[in-house]
């Protein structure tokens, strides 16, 4: 099954609420939301405020991708603001293995986010805390990057640990991609084993004002099954 999430970062924050239900009518699974507190990276974006306040114009999960250090002191905030999942950076944490139980502990889903340069081996004593993994296919801080090309291998090399995890554990983790994902890349994406998609400015660049954005998720959809 491959989930698809749009990213906040690219819709119109004065209409945010609008936005949110209409990427939900237009087939969303999920709803990305990067926290960006420009001293992780050199941008600032959106907080539990704004999450607590979209939380009642959608049903679907509220994908929290934190690029904040420190982390942990979020957590409860966005927990009690009804983020679903939360995915941080490792090196933004002085404890991650703490970091992930804390969120779990709020009741939510977790997962490491690894940068382009980040190795994969950051998950390797984490796994049975892990609920997802996020792959970071540009560098973290702007919406509208290009995709860059070396997370392909990397993609492949994590889809095959977290097969073997499965094989042994039964239990399955999610593998997401974030940046630069489009209809005409997500096919490869999807083949190299990414089984949740982050898209934000190939979802909210098409005007929704004639079901643009139905339009582009039924794109992108088709693009993933094309990868077989
Ligand atoms: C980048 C963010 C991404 C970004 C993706 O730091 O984490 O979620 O919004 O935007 P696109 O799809 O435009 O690359
Ligand atoms: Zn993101």
Redesign the pocket.
């Known amino acids: 099954m491959i989930r698809i999430a749009p990213?906040i970062?690219?819709a119109d924050f004065a209409r945010l609420g609008e936005e949110v239900r209409a990427i939900e009518a237009a087939g969303a699974d999920l709803v990305?939301f990067?926290v960006m507190d420009n001293h992780y990276v050199p941008n600032l974006t959106i907080g539990p405020l704004v999450c607590e306040a979209i939380r009642p114009h959608v049903s679907i999960p509220i994908d929290v991708?934190l690029?904040v250090e420190p982390v942990d002191d979020l957590i409860p905030m966005f927990a009690k603001a009804g983020a679903n999942m939360i995915t941080f950076h490792p090196e933004a944490s002085r404890h991650v293995d703490r970091t992930l139980q804390l969120i779990r502990d709020h009741g939510c889903k977790a997962g490491l986010v690894l940068n382009p340069a980040t190795p994969a081996h950051w998950i390797d004593h984490v796994m049975d805390r892990l609920d997802m993994v996020l792959l970071m296919s540009?560098n973290?801080?702007?919406?509208?990057?290009r995709f860059i090309d070396a997370t392909l291998p990397k993609l492949r090399e994590v889809r095959q640990r977290l097969d073997q995890y499965k094989t042994i554990s039964g239990r399955e983790i999610w593998l997401e991609v974030?940046?630069?994902?489009k209809v005409d890349n997500i096919g490869e994406v999807v083949a190299a084993g990414a089984d949740t998609l982050?898209?934000?400015?190939?979802v909210f660049g098409a005007p929704d004002s004639d079901g643009g954005y139905r339009t582009v998720m039924q794109a992108l959809r088709a693009g993933a099954a094309k990868a077989g």
């Open positions: 990213s970062l690219s990305h990067d991708h690029m540009v973290p801080g702007f919406g509208g990057q974030d940046g630069g994902v982050v898209a934000g400015s190939a």
